[in-house]
């Protein structure tokens, strides 16, 4: 059983950095695309970051220049560098993957639990 496993959130002040870490554990799968949604309370979830196997990311315009996407394929792992916060982006922040069995083509989207990033003005 694939589980998308989050971490790094908390409290700063408006200005700070956090680093958010995405892990996958379990084992016979690869992933493809991940990346990290948020979710503000009253709002929908939006796309923050996204990046593919390869590399290539996708970023926001709402944070970009301040977020950014990496990854860590010999660990199935994603990361999100946040410098810059604002209160604005105070919300759950969410892993998501695109998990591939070894033995199929088919891949399944996977999210994590989440964790709150919360940005003191």
């Known amino acids: 059983q694939v589980q998308l496993v989050e971490s790094g959130g908390g409290l700063v002040q408006a200005g700070g950095s956090l680093r958010l870490s995405c892990a996958a554990s379990?084992?016979?799968?690869?992933?493809?695309?991940m990346g990290w949604y948020r979710q503000a309370p009253g709002k929908q979830r939006e796309m923050v970051a996204l990046?593919?196997?390869?590399?290539?990311?996708v970023v926001s315009d709402s944070v970009k220049g301040r977020f950014t996407i990496s990854r860590d394929n010999t660990k199935n792992a994603v990361y999100l560098q946040m410098n810059s916060l604002k209160p604005e982006d105070t919300a759950v922040y969410y892993c998501?993957?695109?998990?591939?069995?070894?033995?199929?083509?088919?891949?399944?989207?996977?999210w994590g639990q989440g964790t709150q990033v919360t940005v003191a003005s």
């Open positions: 379990g084992g016979g799968f690869s992933i493809d695309a």
């Open positions: 998501t993957g695109d998990v591939r069995p070894s033995d199929s083509v088919t891949a399944r989207v996977y």
């Open positions: 990046t593919s196997r390869g590399g290539s990311t």
